[in-house]
């Protein structure tokens, strides 16, 4: 990998995700080897994917390049790599571009779509985890909108614009609403010869309210906008399966939808060599003590969605959110370096500073640890938090115009078809639609 050697010991880092680089960034300037591998060479802010799969914001506002976050820094590497394995009794890793010898080894590589084992779903549903995947979905509606245009046949049209969402948390709840304004706002202008009042948005939840994760005061309110939006809210129904048209349900009702998107479930992202069953806990988690390292290894740490620390108050782990990777990456630099120093290291103590989700235009909803509230000043208060925590002055400044455009206008002007998507069940639509 062409990385010189040091006398500072080398801490590799896998994933620059919210806990990495917060991590690199505590350990810039400190007397250790940073070697930072990322299969992306960039940071990807994904709470705002939800809107470049609805055109609010182009994909670029909300990535930015790893090696811009840690410029400058001598001690610090990036290499572009997708690692493939952790080889514990020999200190190296495996990767596509070669291997690396650590001392210390952090593994930050964040989680995936679950689709618990359901092929149907894998195959024929859309996840919303990566940028390419958002820009997939992007693509995937519009494309729905522009065959059902082209169709005769009245049931295909309303299975193009029938939009199953799976899963209440703040993704399924965000994109929802985002769809729903589109619905109101936007497609009657683009598809004046469309009914597109016949567009319908569903999300299905199998628990018995929204945001399970928020109080419920939150659940009833974000549920209350989302009917205001026109969204059906189904609850209670656990959805079983997709062949690309039909979905079944646990119950009796079945939806005939072309866009599925499934937002009901993450596992971490696991490694060939810590994939053994007594490091891992659910959802494939490395368990991990309370200093970040993994119980069982030596040398090798994890923070973020990947690990699942079991404290009392949290017994099944830290949420899977940003802010928990951001707080135990900052932890784990500070306890790095007084390891290396010989100092006694300090016991993570996360410090929650609530949760939040947006509905749509004056939506939104937010549980500070001391105040709940929602409506209009939490829509504020959740576009100033995501403005300050996206990484880079110009992604904030475009983010901050995009949105104020936006909502001036009433408009989300990246509906772009840049990369047409092909589902698997849909080669020979795709096939015409270019003729
Ligand atoms: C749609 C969506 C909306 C969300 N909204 C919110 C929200 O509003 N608030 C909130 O707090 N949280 C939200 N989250 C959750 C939050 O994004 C995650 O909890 C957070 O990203 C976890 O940080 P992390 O550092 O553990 O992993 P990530 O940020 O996921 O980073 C992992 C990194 O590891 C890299 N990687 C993985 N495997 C490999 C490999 N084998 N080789 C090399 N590199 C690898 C990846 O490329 C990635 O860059 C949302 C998540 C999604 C998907």
Redesign the pocket.
Known sequence: MNIPQSSNPRVVI???????IALAKKLSKKDVQVVL????NY??F??L??QVSTGGLEPDSIAYPIRKVLQGYPNFFFRL????EVKTDTKRIK?NIGEIFYDYLVV????ETNFFGNKGIETKGMA??TIPQSLNLRSLILENFEQALLTDDLHERDALMNFVIVGGG??GV?LAGALAEIKKGILPKDYPDLDTRRAQINLIQSGDRLLPAMSKKASEKAEKFLEELGVNVWKNIRVTDYDGKRVTTNAKTIFEAETLVW?AG?KA?G?KGLDAEQLLSRGNRLRVNEFHQVIGLDGVFA????AQMETEKFPEGHP??????MQQ?RSLGENLVRMIEEKPMKPFVYKDKG???TVGRNKAVVDLPKFKFQGVFAWFVWMFVHLYFLIGFRNRLVVFINWVYNYVRFDREARLIIRPFKKQNKVERHNLMRD
């Open positions: 896998i994933g620059g995700g919210f806990g990495g591998l990322d299969k992306h940071h990807n994904q709470p994917l939800y790599a997708q690692v493939q990767t930050a590589t964040g989680s919303m985890k703040p993704t965000e937002a993450v992202v490694l923070i973020g969605d990947v899977m959110m940003a802010q928990p990777a990456g949760s939040m989700a």
